[in-house]
């Protein structure tokens, strides 16, 4: 008799995963096609990723090459990803000031400081190299003004603002406000030793 009702709930169960099978085999199919076209996606989006890097790479380091850098970067930024675009919008900047031509590098590192693709960190560097590239025409309160938030607030640009700040204060004759500006720099704890020991040598200098 026991082996009847197995039969009977073998039968049941069968019963039951056929209907329901038949009412939502379809939907499962679906979703496991779903997971398989979407790993498969993923895989191909990393293999093109890579590609592309590597492409932007090459392309890249052959306009470096070029006896015309800035030109030549310039034509392949389209063709590059966006982490080989920026470096070589900074490449640009670098190589106008390299050629002696201080108002476009300083124009081009403005340009990335205030471009919303990058990350905050390029942008606060991207002013900074413009403070150091400026042309000498620059008004050096307006290139201080540009360092204002970046000599105040701790972070990995702050003891070079603040040196460049001092620099910028004794080229206007401002001697004690060269002083403070080194004193501030002097009394950092995480900076650069380099950077500490020329502040205190500025200070010994000044002082003296």
Known sequence: MADIFDEINEDLKRDQMQNLW???GKYVIVAVSVVVIGVG???GYNVW??????????????????????????AQLDALSPGYAMLA???????QAENGDYAAA??????????????????????????????????????????????TRAGP???????????????S????AAMAKYETLAGLSDI???VRQRARQMLQILKG
């Open 106 to 151: 300083e124009a081009s590192y403005l340009a990335l400081s205030r471009s919303p693709d990058l990350a905050a960190l390029y942008q606060e560097a991207a002013l900074l190299l413009s403070v150091m590239n400026a042309p000498e025409s620059r008004k050096i309160d307006e290139l201080v003004g540009r360092l204002a938030d970046l000599e």
């Open 49 to 74: 990723q890579d590609r592309q890097a590597t492409e932007a790479a090459t392309i890249y380091h052959q306009a470096l090459k070029a006896d015309d850098t800035v030109t030549a970067l310039t």
């Open 192 to 194: 650069p030793a380099g």
């Open 22 to 24: 038949a009412r939502y």
């Open 157 to 171: 640009w702050q003891s070079m603002a603040l040196e460049q700040v001092a620099g910028l204060a004794l080229r």
């Open 41 to 43: 996606a993923r895989q």
């Open 89 to 95: 919008q900074f490449r640009i900047a670098a190589s």
């Open 173 to 176: 004759g401002d001697r004690n």
